[in-house]
């Protein structure tokens, strides 16, 4: 049985950047893609990208590209997403979601960690 | 990006009623579709994905079709504990999208 649990919920002021982590069990880490979906207040699911661990090259959704950073640890089998230059639009829950097999069918996901961006 | 269009947004039912919900793909993407139900507070659970196959341990009242950009979703006996948000996800050409959701209430 896969388990994905979340860091915190954070609190941050536009401008700045947020870490959020994603440590998994119960399966083999390097080989599934770990990705990133964010659901903003009363909103639907947005893919900010993913990551293979064994490749360690992550995959991005253009509208993200240059403030999403998404890496994976292989010793902790923990991934991490870091959204840099923060906006009031950013508030919402981030989940990590493990792929099934697949690239792009999300079977885990984390319980979601709630950032919110406020001044 | 491919964009997905569920319909309706919000379903209203009672307990036993057959439900369909229906999502178009802009552009054709074979069979690479997948649904989740989402309640409140929790994170989205997979139920189907190659537009037809059932998720392991997902109950046979749920069924997919489709392929191409006509998709479908239903349940054929809806229970008590299906009332949630349902959403469609291609994942044919990354970015991977999402269709806006249908609600599905008690009516």
């Known amino acids: 049985q896969v388990q994905l649990v979340q860091s915190g919920a954070e609190v941050k002021k536009p401008g700045s950047s947020v870490k959020v982590s994603c440590k998994t069990s119960?399966?083999?880490?390097?080989?599934?893609?770990i990705n990133w979906v964010r659901q903003a207040p009363g909103q639907g699911l947005e893919w900010l990208g993913g990551?293979?661990?064994?490749?360690?090259?992550?995959n991005y959704a253009q509208n993200f590209q240059g403030r999403v950073t998404i890496t994976a640890d292989k010793s902790t089998s923990t991934a991490y997403m870091e959204l840099s230059s923060l906006r009031l639009e950013d508030t919402a829950v981030y989940y990590c979601?493990?792929?099934?097999?697949?690239?792009?069918?999300?079977?885990?996901w984390g319980q979601g960690t709630r950032v919110t961006v406020s001044s | 990006d491919i964009q997905m269009t569920q319909s309706p947004s919000t379903l209203s039912a009672s307990v036993g009623a057959r439900v369909t919900i229906t999502c178009r793909a802009s552009?054709?993407?074979?069979?690479?579709v997948a649904w989740y139900q989402q309640k409140p507070g929790k994170a989205p659970n997979l139920l189907i994905f190659?537009?037809?196959s059932l998720e392991s341990g997902v109950p046979s009242r749920f069924s997919g079709s489709g392929s191409g950009t006509e998709f479908t979703l239903t349940i054929s006996s809806l229970q008590p504990d299906d009332f949630a948000t349902y959403y469609c996800?291609?994942?044919?050409?990354?970015?991977?999208?999402f269709g806006q959701g249908t609600k599905v209430e008690i009516k």
């Open positions: 979601a493990r792929d099934q097999g697949v690239q792009g069918v999300f079977a885990s």
């Open positions: 119960g399966g083999t880490f390097s080989s599934y893609a």
């Open positions: 990551i293979i661990p064994m490749f360690a090259t992550a």
């Open positions: 552009h054709s993407i074979s069979s690479w």
């Open positions: 190659k537009a037809s």
């Open positions: 996800q291609q994942y044919n050409i990354d970015p991977w999208t």
